[in-house]
């Protein structure tokens, strides 16, 4: 099974802060990676997807890679509305989703 | 802007069945498939399985294979699913989501519907 890990799993940060979260798989996923935002209570938000696709809509201080085997997602410069936890999601021949990190202030 | 609309929340015990509606408003129903995805408290999430709206094929995650069926109404744009023999691990908050593929993003959530397993 196709198993993805987050690091970290909580990040402390300030409004301008530039901030990469990290999601490594422990097989090859290709480029089958898409990054959601979720709020307390809120259903999660679709960010990117194939690693670097920016979802309509989405401001453009997300961005989405790949270095080596590790996906990242970049927040360039993190906003009040941007505090909230992160999820990482392989799709494909399964689909699982990282454990999650969190964002806070 | 398309969205998703859930049932409401749900009591139920242990080794009930639950069915859980999602109604699909301003896109073509037809043109996507729904994955559904639960969430326990505190936890990430985690995928049930997919239905395609316009032929209703499915494909099912194994750990609930035996106990999940999706169906859809095209007459309604509404998807269903529904989970049998319920446990009290099962208490999680239910998400429908579009899909074009079982093996894709998911672009629109719906509000979620709680779903609570107690004796």
């Known amino acids: 099974d196709i198993q993805l890990t987050q690091s970290p799993s909580t990040l402390s940060a300030s409004v301008g802060d530039r901030v990469t979260i990290t999601c490594r798989a422990n097989?090859?996923?290709?480029?089958?990676l898409a990054w959601y935002q979720q709020k307390r209570g809120k259903a999660p938000k679709l960010l990117i997807y194939?690693?670097?696709s920016l979802e309509s809509g989405v401001p453009s201080r997300f961005s989405g890679g790949l270095s080596g085997t590790e996906f990242t997602l970049t927040i360039s410069s993190l906003q009040p509305d941007d505090f909230a936890t992160y999820y990482c999601?392989?799709?494909?021949?399964?689909?699982?989703f990282g454990q999650g990190t969190k964002v806070d202030i | 802007q398309a969205q998703l609309v859930q049932s409401g929340a749900e009591v139920k015990r242990p080794g009930a069945s639950v069915k859980i509606s999602c109604k699909a408003f301003?896109?073509?129903?037809?043109?996507?498939?729904i994955s559904w995805v639960r969430q326990a408290p505190g936890q990430r999430p985690e995928w049930l399985g997919w239905?395609?709206?316009?032929?209703?094929?499915?494909k099912y995650a194994q750990k609930f294979q035996d106990r999940v069926t999706m169906t859809k109404d095209t007459s309604t744009n509404t998807a269903y699913m529904e989970l049998r023999s319920l446990r009290s691990d099962d208490t999680a908050l239910y998400y429908c989501?579009?899909?074009?593929?079982?093996?894709?993003?998911?672009?629109?959530w719906g509000q979620g519907t709680m779903v609570t397993v107690s004796s």
């Open positions: 239905i395609s709206a316009y032929k209703g094929n499915t």
């Open positions: 097989q090859s996923i290709s480029h089958w």
């Open positions: 194939l690693t670097s």
């Open positions: 989501a579009r899909s074009a593929q079982y093996s894709d993003s998911f672009d629109v």
């Open positions: 999601h392989h799709y494909g021949s399964s689909s699982t």
């Open positions: 301003h896109y073509t129903f037809t043109s996507y498939g």
